[in-house]
């Protein structure tokens, strides 16, 4: 899945890859999906793109946006990417296959879930979308305490624990629940551990965790869990994750636990974490 990390990894990938060329074709929804969302009219994204000039890209979120002349490609989180080269083959199955000039193709494929699409700039009225623009990520030097204290201090917060607040209602867009797990272990805390259990200090070792954490899985092209445009892994050697439960804690050797919590997985050392 697409967070922060992964996002931007990719933003640097699609703009270094294809920032110049042309699309010369595209093919959209060829493989149903029940869980594939479409932005603007798939019938309408070979007009909207074709023999268009592709610039910018940008992450936020767990977004990917990129530049098309006027228009906008966007992808958000359960969408893999995927580059292929001139004369490589091209997947059978797929939700939007993109042509260029110089014969290579984008190939966008839906996990579990997943939205991708094509429109005007400005015109995309999906209130996920200006969230995620808009709040501030929290890469940047704004994403500081006092912000932090914001997400973390109102009195419908205190009875939450720390996954609902953090991974929850796009409070911090793109810390989703995959990254959340080594955040959480980084601050030595449980994801069900409520806010209003923290001491000051506490909150100020999980502002630290959520910095420096997004930091290094973005600083080392995302989670060795997700794949690249080239189809790599990321070099974050991911601590806690599906991969890594039922094995000894990398800190103090106790067995990692995995529990079903809130929809999804939950990992954590119960001699660490508290």
């Known amino acids: 899945m697409i967070e922060l990390p992964e996002a931007m990894n990719m933003a640097g990938q699609l703009r270094t890859t294809f920032s110049g060329k042309r699309i010369t074709s595209v093919i959209a929804e060829q493989t149903p999906h029940k869980l594939a969302w479409y932005f603007g009219k798939p019938a309408e994204y070979p007009n909207l793109l074709i023999h268009k000039k592709c610039g ?13 002349e006027e228009n906008r490609l966007l992808f958000t989180e359960g969408v893999n990417l995927r580059l292929h080269k001139e004369g490589e083959p091209r997947p059978a199955r797929h939700q939007l296959l993109i042509e260029f000039d110089d014969r290579a193709a984008l190939s966008a494929s839906v996990q579990m879930y997943g939205g991708l699409g094509a429109f005007p700039a400005g015109e995309l009225d999906n209130p996920y ?50 990254v959340l797990q080594d955040i959480l272990f980084n601050a030595k805390m449980h994801p069900k551990r409520k806010v209003n259990n923290l001491s000051e200090d506490d909150k100020k070792t999980l502002y630290q965790a959520v910095r420096s954490t997004l930091m290094a899985m973005t600083e080392k092209g995302g989670r060795d869990t997700e794949l690249d445009l080239f189809g790599h892994p990321g070099g974050y050697q991911t601590i806690l994750c599906k991969n890594t439960a039922n094995q000894p804690c990398p800190i103090c050797g106790t067995i990692i636990k995995k529990e079903a919590y809130l929809g999804g997985s939950i990992y954590f050392c119960e001699h660490c974490q508290k």
């Not at 910018?56 to 098309?68: I, L, P, T």
């Open 129 to 178: 979308y200006f969230i995620a623009k808009e709040k501030t990520s929290p890469l940047s030097p704004d994403f500081n305490e006092s912000y932090f204290y914001q997400i973390i201090s109102p009195s419908d917060a205190q009875k939450l624990s720390l996954k609902a607040l953090l991974a929850t209602k796009q409070r911090i867009p793109g810390l989703g629940n995959g």
């Open 56 to 68: 910018e890209a940008r992450g936020f979120g767990s977004m990917v946006e990129m530049d098309v």
